[in-house]
Nanobody, 123 residues
Framework: VQLQAYGGGLVQPGGSLRLSCAAS????????IGWFRQAPGKEREGVSC????????NYADSVKGRFTIARDNAKNTVYLQMNSLKPEDTAVYYC?????????????????WGQGTLVTVSS
C-alpha cells in the first residue's frame, strides 16, 4: 500500500490550498481516509476523515467551516480543500488509511500512512 500526499506549499493568511492523497496497491472503496497534521514541537492532530463507502465526513473543531474533504473513488484519491488558512494551520499534512468503517480522527486507528506534504501559511 502506497499513499502519495501532495499539494502543499506556501500561502498567505486567508488563502487556499487543495491537498490530494492518491493511493496505489489498495482500493480505497471500503475504507476510511484521514488527513492529519503535525506542527513543529506538537503532537500529530486529526484534521478530517471521510468514509469512502458512503462519503460521510468528520472534522476537527479547529477546521470546521474552512476545510472540506472529498473523495473520488474512480481515481482512488481523496482531497482536502483548505480555505481561509491561518498561520496556525502551518504543519506537515499526512493522509492515512483506516481499514474499517469508523470515522475516527485518532491516529492509532490508522493502518497505512503516506509521506507528508508541508503547508506553510505566512505573509
Amino acid at each position: 500500500v502506497q499513499l502519495q500526499a501532495y499539494g502543499g506549499g506556501l500561502v498567505q493568511p486567508g488563502g487556499s490550498l487543495r491537498l490530494s492523497c492518491a493511493a496505489s496497491g489498495v482500493t480505497l472503496d471500503y475504507y476510511t481516509i484521514g488527513w492529519f497534521r503535525q506542527a513543529p514541537g506538537k503532537e500529530r492532530e486529526g484534521v478530517s476523515c471521510i468514509s469512502m463507502v458512503i462519503g460521510s465526513t468528520n472534522y476537527a473543531d479547529s477546521v470546521k467551516g474552512r476545510f472540506t474533504i472529498a473523495r473520488d473513488n474512480a481515481k482512488n484519491t481523496v482531497y482536502l480543500q483548505m480555505n481561509s488558512l491561518k498561520p496556525e494551520d502551518t504543519a506537515v499534512y499526512y493522509c492515512a488509511v483506516h481499514a474499517g468503517y469508523i470515522r475516527t480522527l485518532r491516529a492509532p486507528m490508522y493502518d497505512y500512512w503516506g509521506q507528508g506534504t508541508l503547508v506553510t501559511v505566512s505573509s
